[in-house]
């Protein structure tokens, strides 16, 4: 059993960064490749990026290719989301997942999943 906590959201104007946290409860945090998705309103929650266990391969959306860097730290723990240039359809709440498939390819190759933080971006 693995339990996500999101952090780090909050309100910040066009162009400007945050960095998403999420914390993961038990021993085994270091197994999963770990990802970022998000859900504006009114649309479908939408991948971002992942991460796997080693942190040997990273994959990104488009969308956010170039901007948002995706790191994480077994040691504590945690996974990062850094979001620099942010742009008003950024907008969204950001929810971290893991999974135990090395290249998950499907929302549902996500086991666990955090609760999600908002990201506001001002235009």
């Known amino acids: 059993q693995v339990q996500l906590v999101e952090s780090g959201g909050g309100l910040v104007q066009t162009g400007g960064s945050l960095r998403l946290s999420c914390a993961a409860s038990?021993?085994?945090?270091?197994?999963?490749?770990m990802g970022w998705f998000r859900q504006a309103p009114g649309k479908e929650r939408e991948f971002v990026a992942r991460i796997s266990y080693s942190s040997s391969f990273t994959y990104y959306a488009n969308s956010v290719k170039g901007r948002f860097t995706i790191s994480r730290d077994n040691a504590k723990n945690t996974v990062y989301l850094q979001m620099n240039s942010l742009r008003p359809e950024d907008t969204a709440v950001y929810y971290c997942?893991?999974?135990?498939?090395?290249?998950?390819?499907?929302?549902?190759?996500?086991?666990?999943w955090g609760q999600g933080t908002q990201v506001t971006v001002s235009s």
């Open positions: 997942a893991a999974s135990a498939t090395l290249f998950p390819s499907t929302q549902g190759s996500y086991v666990y």
């Open positions: 038990g021993r085994t945090f270091s197994s999963y490749t």
